[in-house]
């Protein structure tokens, strides 16, 4: 049962500032997010409604909360009525909860960009709720860890069982996977900053960090050994960060100028740089789709660069690129990075 609905911050257009060493053949692959729309935010308070799944659904008005819980809004009949036999099984209560997952949310991208701004949405409007997390996503430690330094409890729920709420924070999506309400991505990081401590000595960002995915069985650089020798030449760190916990790599990325890695997850730790870091983003040639950390870039007032490789296949989801050495050295002069050794 619906018992009230509030408007948190109105839709509105995010504009975004061009690459940096953007030249003009390759203007096509980001003009058409230079500017996007991005929805309004809203949340919903909701008494004694089901879990089924991976969703939220009200008996009392037979509806499912599809555009809260899903990218695509909508679920078919036949998905409605597998949800539905939920109810021919025993069920388990909850007194309180915040939904905040969507279909990708398990991701670290996703959590950190997607999930985690729609708690931020709510902070300063109602008490905290703990978060309704499906037994699923334990494999994955940075969840619990990213809310236990925001200071949130969590409940796990199973998913074959129906969860009865009596009492549901239901926030809706802050801006479609990709793109990004500006305020609630700098307040997360302003968050972060809040709750870790650092170790570090430094006045002012210094570190150069390049994300390694020599571990990985896709999408990684073909020539990682050659770029490497060169990188550690212009004082770059090296670093897996699936080696580290959450702390970790916000007390690592804290102290970072400027961040550079192939298109993947690691760049979502732009996150935990200071503004005004550079972002060297390694792309899939001619890919005008996976804008997402050009877009997080600007958003957090970061210098975006990217450089294009050659891939061995057009899906950047799975690309392994070849980067070429020369082009590199000429884009980390551009961008102000000394070579510290010959």
């Excluded at 007032?301 to 050495?325: C, F, K, P, W």
Aim: charged share 20%; glycine share 4%.
């Amino acid at each position: 049962m619906l018992v009230y609905e509030k408007l948190v911050y109105p839709s509105h257009s995010s504009v975004r500032k061009a690459p940096q060493n953007i030249k003009e053949d390759d203007e096509v692959l980001f003009k058409h997010e230079y500017q996007s729309s991005i929805c309004a935010t809203n949340f919903l308070k909701l008494k004694n409604v089901d879990v089924l799944q991976d969703t939220v659904f009200d008996l009392s008005t037979f509806l499912f909360f599809a555009p809260y819980t899903h990218i695509n809004g909508c679920f078919t009949w036949a998905e409605k009525v597998e949800k539905l036999k939920l109810f021919l099984k025993a069920k388990t209560s909850v007194n309180r909860g915040v939904w905040i997952t969507q279909n990708w949310t398990w991701m670290y991208f996703h959590w950190m960009t997607d999930a985690l701004t729609r708690l931020i949405a709510l902070e300063g409007e109602v008490e905290k709720f703990p978060v309704l997390l499906p037994i699923s996503y334990k494999p994955y430690p940075y969840i619990v860890e990213s809310l236990e330094l925001l200071g949130y409890e969590y409940v796990w729920y199973t998913p074959t069982q129906r969860v009865r709420v009596k009492e549901l924070l239901l926030p809706s999506h802050t801006a479609s996977p990709g793109n990004y309400n500006v305020t609630f991505l700098n307040q997360l990081r302003d968050r972060f900053f809040e709750s870790t401590t650092t170790t570090t000595t430094t006045t002012k960002p210094l570190r150069k960090i390049f994300i390694s995915r020599s571990k990985a069985t896709q999408r990684f650089i073909s020539n990682e050994e050659e770029l490497i020798s060169l990188l550690i030449s212009f004082g770059f760190e090296i670093h897996v960060f699936e080696h580290y916990s959450l702390s970790k790599q916000i007390d690592l990325m804290r102290d970072t100028q400027c961040l550079l890695g192939i298109h993947g997850a690691g760049l979502t730790n732009m996150l935990f740089m200071p503004s005004t870091g550079s972002v060297i983003e390694l792309r899939n040639r001619g890919d005008q789709y996976n804008n997402c950390y050009f877009s997080m870039a600007s958003a957090l007032n970061h210098t975006y660069y990217y450089l294009q490789g050659d891939g061995d296949s057009e899906q950047t989801a799975s690309v392994n690129l070849r980067i070429d050495l020369v082009q590199l050295i000429n884009l980390l002069r551009l961008a102000s990075v000394t070579q510290t050794t010959i």
